[in-house]
């Protein structure tokens, strides 16, 4: 595997992945040189500054994996990563402590004018009075935004003796009042708050969350800090509001467009500004740098990543338990593919026994991904599995039953194309899958990589002899047979494993046996 760091990461993680990769660091690449190469890579490493583009993930035809070494995703499009299969996973809790410790040293610097008393005094004035502060015990904080950041930062303001508010549509009152923080709207944050500090994600419903008509609702000594993401808070009228005395001060470590070194945020005295420094400490950077490492190698192991940004979250312990029968679900669909024609309309799976009881996402995205397989040069996986069904008009149906007759555990696929079905169901025995259903027929055949040959016959003596025949002629060997029925002397199935496929015009032969109902050649 190959892994291409595109952007500055800890050393501690480079040396997590060059022990289980080829590991290539290329900084400052231009849009175009991105993709020009990603192509020859399985995983992207990126912090703030690379761009992962629609157009790069296109030309990403190996990727499985982008990491986002931070917390923040808003660089990469994730909505075309999920829709090509490609996991995004991200490190949201190893800078959660620095990010928290710089936004109260930028709370504390503003209510002490820090920065500016620091810069007067330096340019030779000593100008005491002009930098009278304010405390922040007892005053209010809104923190907007009330995951592990906003979380963190209320912890440590309860030290400092503040009354906290929060606003966060989508965090429970219990548990914000395991902080001891008040849960209120929006407009009320703004109204009551001494100081308001940002700590949610950007997106379409939280971008510029703040802007004019916001701004007239806070007190004229509000102190405002973003340590979150650019474009949360209109810049233009942040300032305006400061020119015209409606706001006490600011404090940014986050910005619209990064890198940048000139902003309407720089001109004014009232406003501090760090160039996204938040997750800027030794402690954070191996963390971070050992986090996406770990996750990336998970990834190429086929085990589940923790922090997966567009992917439903499954345990180690899950996975561990699913992994056998993830195979098995993949088999399944990959024979019932080849045992229809025609359009799928519909796929149907049903579980039974104990695997009935584990979140079965990951099974249904290795049957849909067999199923595909063969008809589609399309990535499917648990990242992109029902938006891959519903494009293709797919309808998707799932059972579960915690009893099974006959095994411990089994998975049936039945896909439909509207004017006929077929239905596969699997087994894992010692570890190993078996493949012990197809249609009416109750079988057992292990599913080697190799070639089998289905035929549908009528159960009676010499047919076997003729195949057999048919199959000499072609020089092709039999390793292995397998034969099903519904009655003796009834319909039944039988099933060679063949060393080669067997040629067209051989495969007819059979078709022209008596008795002889249809033949097809499957690639497992």
């Known amino acids: 595997m190959r892994v291409l760091v595109s952007d500055p990461i800890g050393q501690e993680g480079i040396e997590i992945l060059r022990g289980n990769a080829e ?12 993709v ?22 296109e030309a990403g035809k190996k990727l499985q994996v982008v990491a986002r070494a931070g917390v923040g995703t808003d660089n990469i499009d994730v909505d075309v990563a999920t829709r090509r299969g490609i996991l995004v996973v991200n490190a949201p809790t190893s800078n959660t ?4 410790e710089h936004t109260i040293a930028l709370m504390l610097a503003l209510a002490r004018h820090v920065a500016q008393a620091n810069a007067s005094l330096k340019a030779g004035e000593w100008r005491r009075n002009d930098f009278v502060g304010t405390e922040v015990r007892n005053k209010v904080l809104g923190i907007v935004g009330l995951g592990n950041v906003g979380s963190e930062v209320a912890r440590r303001a309860l030290g400092l003796e503040m009354e906290l508010i929060a606003y966060d549509p989508y ?18 944050l703004l109204k009551r708050s001494d100081f308001i500090t940002f700590h949610a994600p950007l997106t379409k419903l ?16 509000v102190r405002i800090i973003n340590t979150a993401r650019g474009g949360l808070i209109n810049e233009e009228a942040l300032v305006e509001a400061i020119r015209a005395k409606k706001v006490g001060g600011a404090a940014f470590d986050v910005f619209d467009t990064e890198p940048i070194i000139s902003s309407i945020l720089f001109e004014e005295d009232n406003i501090i500004v760090t160039p996204h420094l938040g997750a800027s400490t030794a402690e954070a950077q191996a963390m971070v740098a050992e986090d996406i490492a770990e996750q990336i190698i998970d990834v190429f192991n086929g085990e589940p990543a923790r922090y997966a940004v567009n992917a439903p979250f499954i345990s180690a312990e899950t996975m561990s338990g699913l992994s056998p029968f993830i195979r098995a679900a993949g088999a399944a669909g990959k024979l019932a593919s080849q045992l229809i024609d025609g359009k799928t309309s519909s796929v149907q799976i049903k ?4 695997i009935s009881h584990y979140d079965t996402n990951a099974l249904k995205a290795a049957v849909l991904g067999g199923l595909l397989d063969q008809i589609s040069e399309e990535r499917v996986n648990l990242v992109n599995a029902n938006i891959v ?7 998707i149906v799932e059972q579960k039953d915690t009893i099974c007759e006959n095994y411990t555990n089994l998975i049936t696929a039945e896909i439909s194309t509207g004017s006929e079905s077929v239905v596969v169901a699997t087994t894992v025995i010692r570890g190993e ?16 990589e190799g070639y089998f040959l289905f035929c549908d016959h009528l159960d009676r003596p010499g047919l076997l002899g003729s195949v057999g025949k048919i199959t000499g002629d072609a020089n092709i060997n039999i390793s292995a047979m397998h034969v099903g029925r519904l009655k003796p002397r009834g319909q039944a199935l039988m099933i060679l494993l063949l060393d080669e496929a067997l040629p067209e015009k051989h495969r007819q032969q059979l078709l022209a046996l008596t008795d002889m109902y249809s033949t097809r050649m499957v690639k497992l």
């Open 23 to 34: 590991v290539d660091i290329k900084s400052d690449l231009k849009p175009d040189e991105l």
């Open 36 to 57: 020009s190469i990603i192509g020859d890579y399985e995983a992207l490493v990126v912090r703030s500054q690379t761009r992962v583009t629609a157009e790069v993930l």
């Open 97 to 100: 402590i620095s990010a928290t």
């Open 171 to 188: 965090i429970a009152e219990d548990y914000a009042r395991n902080f001891q923080v008040e849960l209120v709207t929006l407009d009320e």
């Open 206 to 221: 939280t971008k510029e969350i703040i802007g004019e008509k916001e701004l007239s609702l806070v007190k004229p000594t």
């Open 351 to 354: 579980y039974d026994g104990e």
């Open 389 to 395: 069904a519903a494009r293709r008009g797919m309808k």
């Open 433 to 448: 899958t078996h493949i012990v259903r197809v249609n009416d027929y109750w079988i057992d055949i292990y599913p080697c």
